[in-house]
Nanobody, 124 residues
Framework: QVQLVESGGGLVRAGDSLRLSCAAS????????TAWFRQAPGKEREFVAA????????YNEETVKGRFTISRGNAKNTVDLQMNSLKPDDTAVYYC?????????????????WGQGTQVTVSS
């Protein structure tokens, strides 16, 4: 059974960086497309970034604007989200999720398993 565990969230100031990590078995990440979404209070869950099992990456360019990078950990059992130049608008709960390969990566409904989320708060 797929289990996803996020970590790395916290309270930071505008301009700071954070690195989020999603942990699961290496087999999970080798099969599924893995993505990060976020959800701010009162807003819909929003696609942030995804990485396919062939290492193709996709980003919500309007939101990320080159500040975030999705990658695999060295041990292949994590998928990380490096977030630089954080802004107060980045404040949200960040979720890791996995989808079957080939399903639309930017669509919430594609994702079959979700982690519990990690809070990121950026103060101005």
């Amino acid at each position: 059974q797929v289990q996803l565990v996020e970590s790395g969230g916290g309270l930071v100031r505008a301009g700071d960086s954070l690195r989020l990590s999603c942990a699961a078995s290496a087999r999970t990440f080798l099969w599924y497309t893995t993505a990060w979404f976020r959800q701010a209070p009162g807003k819909e869950r929003e696609f942030v970034a995804a990485i396919s099992r062939s290492d193709t990456r996709a980003y919500n360019e309007e939101t990320v604007k080159g500040r975030f990078t999705i990658s695999r950990g060295n041990a292949k059992n994590t998928v990380d989200l490096q977030m630089n130049s954080l802004k107060p608008d980045d404040t949200a709960v960040y979720y890791c999720a996995v989808a079957q390969p080939g399903d639309p990566a930017r669509v919430v409904g594609s994702y079959v398993k979700w982690g519990q989320g990690t809070q990121v708060t950026v103060s101005s």
